[in-house]
C-alpha cells in the first residue's frame, strides 16, 4: 500500500471550520450517549479518549463524572480542547501524542477511539494502534472504535467525478474518492476552496469487514468482539457506520 497522509494539512484549522455544523452539540451528545450505552461506562471510570480531536466526547464524558484523558497528534486540537473543558467547567489533562506510541500508562476502563479516527496506517502500524489501546486497557477493560462500516460504504459507494461537497460560509470543501480494493482503503483527494485560497490534501482511511476487525483484535490481545451500529442495533448492508467494541 502506497497512499499518502497529509496529517498536518488534513487536521487543522480547515478541519474545524467545516466539520464545525457536522459535530455540533446535537451529534456531539448523541455520540456521548452512544459511548456510555454501548460502553456501559459509568462515573468514576477511567477512560482516554484517542485521538481526541478537539475534545468534544473527552468533555462530555468528564460532564458525566468519569477521570477522562485525552491524547491527539495535533497541538491545535489540544488547545481547543482546553478551552472547552475550561468553559464547561471539568478538569481534562489534554496530551499531545501518537496512537502508536501512547503517552500514557494506564490502567483504564475503556478507550474510546469515535468519529472515524482509525485506519490512516497501514495494517501493520494500524495493528500497533491497536495493541497499544490493549496495553493501556485494565483487565476486563473495554475499546469503543466507531467508523465507517466497509460493506456499507461499499455498497453506496460512487467513484468520481461523483464527490461529496461541504460548503460553510461559502467555502467549499471537496472530497473525490475513490475505493482501492486491494488495500481495502478509501483514497481521497481534497480540495478545499476558503478565502479566495485553494489547498489540496491526500489521505487515506483503511475500513476492515467485520472478519478482519476480529482478526486484528485477537492479534492485538482482545477477547470477546462484537459489532453493531451506532445505535447499539444489528448491522446489514445498509449500516453506514460501525462501533466495533472489544475487551480486553
Do not use: K
Not at 454501548?38 to 462530555?60: F, Q
Amino acid at each position: 500500500m502506497d497512499h499518502p497522509f497529509e496529517v498536518e494539512a488534513l487536521f487543522g484549522e480547515d478541519y474545524l471550520h467545516f466539520y464545525a455544523e457536522v459535530l455540533g452539540d446535537e451529534r456531539s451528545d448523541l455520540d456521548a450517549e452512544a459511548v456510555v450505552a454501548i460502553g456501559g461506562l459509568s462515573a468514576g471510570m477511567r477512560v482516554l479518549d484517542a485521538p481526541c480531536g478537539h475534545g468534544r466526547l473527552a468533555v462530555r464524558l468528564a460532564e458525566r463524572g468519569m477521570e477522562v484523558t485525552g491524547v491527539d497528534l495535533t497541538e491545535g486540537f489540544l488547545e481547543v480542547a482546553r478551552d472547552e473543558a475550561r468553559a464547561r467547567g471539568v478538569e481534562v489533562p489534554f496530551v499531545q501524542g501518537d496512537v502508536r506510541a501512547l503517552p500514557v500508562a494506564g490502567p483504564y476502563d475503556a478507550v474510546v477511539c469515535w468519529f472515524t479516527s482509525f485506519g490512516y496506517f497501514d495494517d501493520g502500524q494500524n495493528l500497533e494502534v491497536l495493541r497499544e489501546y490493549r496495553r493501556v486497557l485494565g483487565p476486563g477493560g473495554i475499546l469503543l472504535l466507531e467508523t465507517l462500516s466497509h460493506d456499507g460504504y461499499v455498497r453506496t459507494f460512487t467513484e468520481s467525478p461523483d464527490a461529496i461537497v461541504v460548503e460553510a460560509d461559502g467555502d467549499l470543501m471537496v472530497d473525490r474518492n475513490r475505493f482501492d480494493v486491494d488495500s481495502g482503503c478509501i483514497v481521497c483527494h481534497r480540495v478545499v476552496v476558503r478565502g479566495g485560497e485553494r489547498r489540496d490534501v491526500r489521505f487515506f482511511i483503511r475500513l476492515p469487514t467485520i472478519p478482519e476487525w476480529r482478526r486484528m483484535l485477537a492479534d492485538a490481545g482482545f477477547t470477546t468482539v462484537t459489532c453493531s451500529a451506532p445505535d447499539g442495533s444489528a448491522l446489514d448492508l445498509d449500516s453506514f457506520r460501525i462501533v466495533v467494541r472489544a475487551e480486553a
